[in-house]
């Protein structure tokens, strides 16, 4: 259904638009198991026509959903079941903290918009850049503060319409990125971010472009959690482009 509505505005000329947005639980880290506590968005990003929109918090979860809501094409809005409950601290063993606590929980009652396609600057950094989303955004501030690395920790938002310009500026600047999300990495939707990051900054990296995912094959006898990449993996990543990939 999705997939046609995304059709919809090429298949009449312009005629007819498809505003339609579907709400989705996403991604794991809540002991939902194999079946419930998947990481699908690169399969909705392959739909040509179709908005794929990923909030961190509810500040933008307001925002975002009610510019889905308004926006004429199909809009997929994925919701982090990981932070229903509250942020964590990017270690999958603590437990969240209230939202109540968290600047970006206070929301407004009135009703506002946040632009789709348009990335947020969670840390300013200047030694390398950090591209995530969702539930891995707090992942990776915490990766950032265990290696004590200058990271710019950037939430995309969106993954479709994507914010090249924002992705592109900060990688010129540090020079070195690293891409996090909880799908598994082979086809994840890291591999399409490292091939722009490639094709636009090229001739500013100074470090090959690490990827930090969940695993392609899930393990026996492990607790979910330790499928999705948490602090430490991340640090790793962070120290290795840091000394050029070695």
Same mark, same amino acid.
């Given at each position: 259904?999705?997939?046609?509505?995304?059709?919809?505005?090429?298949?009449?000329?312009?005629?007819?638009?498809?505003?339609?947005?579907?709400?989705?639980?996403?991604?794991?880290?809540?002991?939902?198991?194999?079946?419930?506590?998947?990481?699908?968005?690169?399969?909705?990003?392959?739909?040509?026509?179709?908005?794929?929109?990923?909030?961190?918090?509810?500040?933008?979860?307001?925002?975002?959903?009610?510019?889905?809501?308004?926006?004429?094409?199909?809009?997929?809005?994925?919701?982090?079941?990981?932070?229903?409950?509250?942020?964590?601290?990017?270690?999958?063993?603590?437990?969240?903290?209230?939202?109540?606590?968290?600047?970006?929980?206070?929301?407004?009652?009135?009703?506002?918009?946040?632009?789709?396609?348009?990335?947020?600057?969670?840390?300013?950094?200047?030694?390398?850049?950090?591209?995530?989303?969702?539930?891995?955004?707090?992942?990776?501030?915490?990766?950032?503060?265990?290696?004590?690395?200058?990271?710019?920790?950037?939430?995309?938002?969106?993954?479709?319409?994507?914010?090249?310009?924002?992705? *592109?500026? %900060?990688?010129?600047?540090?020079? /070195? $990125?690293?891409?996090?999300? !909880? &799908? #598994?990495?082979?086809?994840?939707? @890291?591999? *399409?971010? %490292?091939?722009?990051?490639?094709? /636009? $900054?090229?001739?500013?990296? !100074? &470090? #090959?472009?690490?990827?930090?995912? @969940?695993?392609?094959?899930?393990?026996?006898?492990?607790?979910?959690?330790?499928?999705?990449?948490?602090?430490?993996?991340?640090?790793?990543?962070?120290?290795?482009?840091?000394?050029?990939?070695?």
């Amino acid at each position: 259904i999705v997939s046609e509505a995304a059709k919809l505005r090429y298949r009449s000329a312009g005629q007819f638009t498809s505003p339609i947005t579907v709400r989705s639980p996403y991604g794991g880290g809540i002991f939902g198991g194999q079946t419930h506590s998947q990481s699908p968005e690169s399969l909705f990003t392959h739909i040509a026509g179709l908005k794929v929109v990923i909030p961190s918090n509810p500040y933008d979860a307001k925002g975002l959903l009610t510019a889905a809501i308004e926006d004429d094409d199909p809009v997929i809005f994925f919701e982090p079941k990981r932070l229903y409950n509250g942020p964590f601290d990017g270690w999958h063993k603590n437990p969240v903290s209230p939202w109540k606590t968290q600047e970006l929980a206070q929301v407004p009652t009135g009703k506002y918009t946040l632009p789709i396609g348009k990335a947020r600057i969670m840390r300013e950094g200047s030694d390398v850049t950090i591209l995530c989303y969702g539930t891995m955004v707090w992942v990776s501030l915490a990766g950032a503060e265990h290696a004590g690395v200058d990271a710019e920790v950037i939430d995309l938002r969106t993954l479709v319409p994507l914010d090249i310009e924002t992705i *592109e500026t %900060s990688v010129k600047k540090t020079g /070195r $990125c690293v891409i996090v999300h !909880e &799908a #598994p990495k082979t086809s994840g939707f @890291g591999g *399409e971010l %490292s091939a722009l990051v490639q094709e /636009r $900054c090229f001739y500013h990296l !100074e &470090a #090959p472009i690490a990827r930090v995912t @969940g695993w392609d094959t899930p393990y026996p006898h492990a607790f979910e959690w330790e499928y999705f990449p948490g602090p430490e993996r991340v640090a790793e990543a962070l120290k290795s482009v840091m000394t050029g990939g070695r």
